[in-house]
T-cell receptor, first 108, second 113 residues
Framework: KNEVEQSPQNLTAQEGEFITINCSYS?????LHWLQQHPGGGIVSLFM???GKKKHGRLIATINIQEKHSSLHITASHPRDSAVYIC??????????FGTGTSLTVIP | EAQVTQNPRYLITVTGKKLTVTCSQN?????MSWYRQDPGLGLRQIYY???????DKGDVPEGYKVSRKEKRNFPLILESPSPNQTSLYFC????????????FGQGTRLTVV
């Protein structure tokens, strides 16, 4: 049983395509985080959401608290967007749970 | 520059030989935590700390110890490492728990033979 489910697990896109990665969770959360992990292994935080929508450059993250669902969108995808994208939730009990990640490859 | 620094980045050790992975943050964050990342399982929380001298177990604490004597440091201690602790480890910090951005260290790749 995994509290956080992501889909798809793997995604290949052509440069310029619009990309959507989905995250569903089954527990009550304080916030939802989208993280990016590059092939070198380092992890950076892209977004932290507790409601609504956030935008940063070509990245957009949305969350629907009632449906326990979040999406990460990448517009005009570029090869440098190739990475693993991880959805994580922080719980009121001070713990984090993570999805297993979506591996994105953008082909020139 | 705001950062979380882990050391070492790579470590190969033998079963049973005690080791410590250090983690330090320069942002005066209250919340710090340790995770391990394994293929197919994703990131799992080992221990976390809400503040100095306050630590608690995460999902997979067995075989690990932590301490938080100072706000900036949160070392991960493996008293008697075993091969099933071979993994990629990350330390992270945030200003407070959950509701603020998390900053991650560069990761420590540990191999126990």
């Amino acid at each position: 049983k995994n509290e956080v489910e992501q889909s798809p697990q793997n995604l290949t896109a052509q440069e310029g395509e619009f990309i959507t990665i989905n995250c569903s969770y089954s527990v009550g959360i304080s916030a939802l985080h989208w993280l990016q992990q590059h092939p070198g292994g380092g992890i950076v935080s892209l977004f932290m959401l507790s409601s609504g929508k956030k935008k940063h450059g070509r990245l957009i993250a949305t969350i629907n608290i009632q449906e326990k669902h979040s999406s990460l969108h990448i517009t005009a995808s570029h090869p440098r967007d190739s990475a693993v994208y991880i959805c994580a939730v922080s719980l009121p009990g001070n713990q984090f749970y993570f999805g297993t990640g979506t591996s994105l490859t953008v082909i020139p | 520059e705001a950062q979380v620094t882990q050391n070492p980045r790579y470590l190969i050790t033998v079963t049973g030989k005690k080791l410590t992975v250090t983690c330090s943050q320069n942002m005066n964050h209250e919340y710090m935590s340790w995770y391990r990342q394994d293929p197919g399982l994703g990131l799992r929380q080992i221990y976390y700390s809400m503040n100095v001298e306050v630590t608690d177990k995460g999902d997979v604490p067995e075989g690990y110890k932590v301490s938080r004597k100072e706000k900036r440091n949160f070392p991960l201690i493996l008293e008697s490492p075993s091969p099933n602790q071979t993994s990629l480890y990350f330390c992270a910090s945030s200003r407070i728990f959950g509701g603020t951005e998390a900053f991650f260290g560069q990761g420590t790749r540990l191999t126990v033979v």
